[in-house]
């Protein structure tokens, strides 16, 4: 499966413990360039024993321990003690991973979305292990681009045709120890922001995009549609930048959430008959796109934020008779977010619902699936106990 135009090192290899002692191996490692980002692996660290240690051949140390990760395969989740631990390659910084989030995309993807496999997890907050921000706490952002093509000079890194995505798309993602990312994705965390809030940096930032691509005048009506955790953050964000918000959800007690915060708020099922200027879908559900049409004025604007594996049965006339625009929105910039968290500006705190060891990992998923839940988060560094 390896593409032959790609560079790949062989790396000359001692096995020094274990029953393979002593034997001399040439070993395809290394970085692949271009489209199809992602480490290659020695394939002996691939087997159900971890290679403990190896020793390399003058020039060369290598250490190809094996290092916890959950692990999406055909089976669905799962938790290994004994997955690669990865090489930073050229730009590429390793982290060790302190906190991740498990977010609405991971169950997602473990329900078939975008048909990844591997190491899923894009929200965390580590510790970086080389670079300039060496040692120091960081956050990452998540899309990984290739620097030279036209989308990347025009300053849409996200938008890179070649581009990886941690835990989404050819990367692997945070649920590990350790995960490595391209040095200029990283943002050093400010002391104000404790490690384990950090993990919202990247929701925070998805939520300030909406403000980059459409214009919020002071006092615009906005309705955000979903009362789950990134709706709580986007509610937040667009109050922050001068909008009205209403909140519509389903479930009472997150509404009470909203309203502690002094949203006003709907009940999902009822109908003021009140349009708003904009209207933002983040119910997480194939329907809330047809529900934002329907309560956004004329010449108003829908963000659609909601991603899923299902496809829509849909009839979009509405959309052409009352000339709505559809703005879909992705990934964020992590400037603002990092400053309104730590100036205080934004309530993330309530939101953690339970925070799982990684060994926990495939409960804590079944945790992040029932209907409501909080944000679940995995703490690498052992038990930790839930801080809400
Ligand atoms: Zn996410
Ligand atoms: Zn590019």
């Known amino acids: 499966m390896l593409p032959l135009d790609q560079p790949v090192t062989m790396l000359a290899l001692e096995v020094i413990s274990g029953t393979t002692e002593g034997k001399r191996r040439f070993y395809p490692t290394g970085y692949l360039a271009g489209a199809n980002r992602r480490w290659f692996r020695p394939w002996p660290v691939r087997t159900s024993r ?7 051949f003058p020039g060369f140390i290598a250490a190809t321990r094996g290092m916890r990760a959950l692990v999406l395969t055909d089976q669905g989740i799962e938790y290994r003690a004994d997955y690669p631990d990865p090489e930073p390659g050229p730009g590429e910084v390793r982290i060790r991973v302190l ?11 473990a329900a078939g979305y975008m048909g990844f496999r591997g190491v899923p997890g894009h929200e965390f907050v580590g510790v970086a292990e080389g670079g300039p921000l060496q040692g120091k706490t960081v ?50 965390l400010p002391d104000e922001i404790p490690a384990e809030l950090g993990v919202f940096v990247e929701p925070l930032a998805a939520a300030f ?12 009506r906005t309705l955000v549609l979903g009362d789950g955790k990134l709706g709580y953050l986007i509610a937040q964000v667009l109050r922050l930048q001068g909008a009205e918000v209403t909140v519509l959800g ?40 047809a529900e934002a049409v329907q309560r956004v004025r004329p ?45 205080g500006q934004i309530e993330v705190r309530s939101l953690i619902e339970q925070v799982f060891p990684l060994e926990q990992g ?4 079944t945790a992040a699936a029932r209907t409501g839940a909080g944000k679940i988060l995995l703490a690498m560094g052992g038990s930790h106990s839930t801080s809400a």
């Open 50 to 56: 971890p290679i403990i240690a190896v020793r390399g």
């Open 99 to 109: 906190f991740a989030g498990i977010c609405d995309t991971d169950l997602q993807l």
């Open 139 to 188: 956050v990452s952002e998540i899309n990984c681009a290739c620097g030279r093509c036209a989308y990347c000079a025009r300053g849409w890194p996200n938008h890179c045709p070649h581009r990886s995505v941690l835990g989404i798309l050819n990367h692997d993602g945070a649920f590990a120890d350790y995960i490595c990312v391209p040095q200029v994705n990283l943002h050093a």
């Open 209 to 220: 995009e909406i403000g980059g691509q459409i214009d919020i005048q002071p006092g615009i």
């Open 250 to 289: 389903r479930h009472p007690h997150k509404l009470a959430r909203f309203q502690a915060l002094g949203f006003p708020t709907q009940p999902a099922g009822t109908d003021s008959g009140e349009l708003f200027d904009v209207v933002v879908d983040c119910t997480g559900s194939p329907t809330g796109l």
């Open 299 to 343: 010449r108003g604007t829908v963000v659609l934020k909601t991603t899923t594996a299902q496809s829509l049965d849909w009839n979009p006339a509405p959309v052409v008779i009352n000339e709505i625009t559809i703005v879909g929105s992705r990934c964020g910039p992590f400037r603002p977010a990092i400053a309104a968290l730590a100036s």
């Open 362 to 365: 495939v409960q804590a998923f």
